[in-house]
């Protein structure tokens, strides 16, 4: 047991016996050996000693020895020569200022990684990750580091899904949050943004307490490294740093592909049409594409990519090169939503009353069948 989850029980204990006394009365409380299954009460001695010293929210009663080591008028207390073998009983008392400072404490407690919600937990490793690189190669405190790295290397799919405007933009804040995180927690002691990027892709300035941020950062890598793997053996098909699986094309499906070139692709074959880089048609399909088979408003479209549509999504998607029955055996578009469909099967081609699709080899055209 670590001295954190020790430290945890005994004050759970004292919270507890404190909540059954009455109003204006303080508490006191009694450990021995049998209080606990694992904390022995010579480390609850020692760590009552710093809640009364350093904290100031405890008061030490008794510390009672066997009577037949001492003579009872020689009875001391443990803190007067830090000898705590001989201590069999522990009588503490607690009042107001236990209430205020353990405010404090839940808070503090819900800081700590063993407490960080998993989305959390990544944005503090990533940016911490960064960080210890750099300590490599400067060997000093104060350094500088991307508020978007790019290329993205692909670290945490979580916190970087796939690459448009406003994934940039949600990734460069849980950089930022990262960092905050950092500060308020004492292991960075500055942290400053320098907008030096015409594209708005600044550095984040951080002053480290590298006495504090060895400590921390091993502890924030066994967290992740214990839940990864849980995570793995509870499912071991999930695969935390793996991309989405894109569709796979079957003898009775026809399936569309985007490339790294943005050439949109039939069955790997025939090419629809190729948007411009980072333009509209360019985000949103690459944000449906990631999210095929799903419904989006143009709200949620807008929120996605971090920006104002200025065209209607039935333009979008023409001008994307699904027109006629390719437009209709693929989506399902109105004024207000849009669902890109993929792949789509011969069997709901039929269903939809479409016409099979054929792909002439060599051209590149589409040929569809009545």
């Given amino acids: 047991m670590t001295y954190e989850e020790k430290l945890d029980k005994i004050v759970e204990k004292l919270k507890e016996e404190r909540d059954l006394t009455r109003e204006g ?18 480390e609850t001695c020692k760590i009552l000693l710093q809640l009364k010293d350093d904290e100031g929210v405890v008061e030490i009663i008794d510390a009672l020895q066997p009577v037949e080591t001492v003579l009872a008028e020689q009875i001391l207390s443990p803190s007067d020569d830090d000898n705590y073998e001989g201590v069999e009983i522990i009588i503490v008392e607690v009042g107001e200022d236990f209430d205020d400072w353990y405010i404090s404490y839940v808070l503090q407690q819900k800081s700590q990684p063993k407490n960080l919600d998993w989305l959390n937990l990544l944005k503090v490793l990533d940016v911490c990750d960064d960080i210890d690189k750099q300590l490599q190669i400067t060997g000093k405190p104060d350094l500088s580091i991307e508020s978007f790295p790019y290329p993205y290397i692909g670290r945490f799919i979580e916190l970087f899904p796939q690459d448009n405007i406003g994934t940039r933009k949600s990734y460069q804040q849980y950089r930022w949050e990262g960092t905050q995180y950092l500060c308020k927690e004492g292991i960075a002691l500055e942290v400053e943004y320098e907008n030096n990027d015409a594209l708005g892709y600044g550095a984040i300035k951080i002053k480290v307490d590298l006495s504090k941020f060895v400590g921390f950062y091993k502890k924030l890598q066994e967290e992740y490294k214990k839940r990864f793997e849980t995570n793995s053996k509870s499912d071991p098909k999930r695969t935390i740093h793996k991309s989405r699986e894109k569709p796979k094309a079957r003898d009775d499906s026809y399936v569309i592909t985007y490339t790294k070139q943005r050439q949109i692709l039939l069955n790997n074959n025939a090419e629809i049409g190729k948007p411009d880089f980072n333009s509209e048609n360019d985000l949103v399909f690459s944000f449906l594409y990631e999210h095929p088979n799903e419904t ?4 949620q479209l807008e929120k996605a990519i971090g920006s104002t549509l200025t065209k209607s999504l039935h333009k979008i998607i023409e001008n994307l090169g699904f027109e006629g029955d390719i437009k209709k055996a693929f989506f399902s578009v109105s004024k207000n ?34």
Avoid: C, W, Y
């Fill in 296 to 299: 989006f408003t143009k709200g």
């Fill in 337 to 370: 939503a849009v669902q890109f469909r993929n792949p789509v099967t011969r069997e709901q081609l039929k269903e939809m009353r479409s016409p099979l699709i054929k792909t002439i080899k060599g051209g590149g055209k589409i040929v569809l069948l009545d």
């Fill in 25 to 42: 009365h303080k508490t006191k409380v009694t450990f021995t050996d049998k209080s606990f299954t694992k904390v022995r009460i010579q």
